[in-house]
């Protein structure tokens, strides 16, 4: 017997990843709005300054965005056409 869970089914994955993905993504938002205003993912969200300087809330924020993209487009790969 395992001391371990067995991983969680492919269609639960995906859910936490797209969950884990917009919770990231609504922080990153939230940044950009303090540091460029409203329009500030519309001005800057492609730019260098919507990753935000180093140790910065905002690179922080776009990291953990970045991360959860990555995961989020692995898992889905995974779990093929849906």
């Not at 969200?45 to 990555?70: C, D, F, I, K, N």
């Amino acid at each position: 017997m395992s001391a371990y869970p067995p991983p969680p089914a492919e269609p639960d994955r995906l859910r936490i990843t797209e969950a884990a993905l917009a919770a990231a993504d609504r922080s990153w938002r939230a940044e950009m709005h303090r540091n460029f205003g409203p329009d500030g993912v519309l001005v800057h969200g492609y730019s260098p300054e919507g990753q935000g300087g180093l140790g910065t809330a905002l690179r922080r924020s776009y990291e953990a965005r970045r991360v959860a993209v990555a995961l989020w487009r692995h898992e889905r790969r995974r779990a093929g056409p849906v």
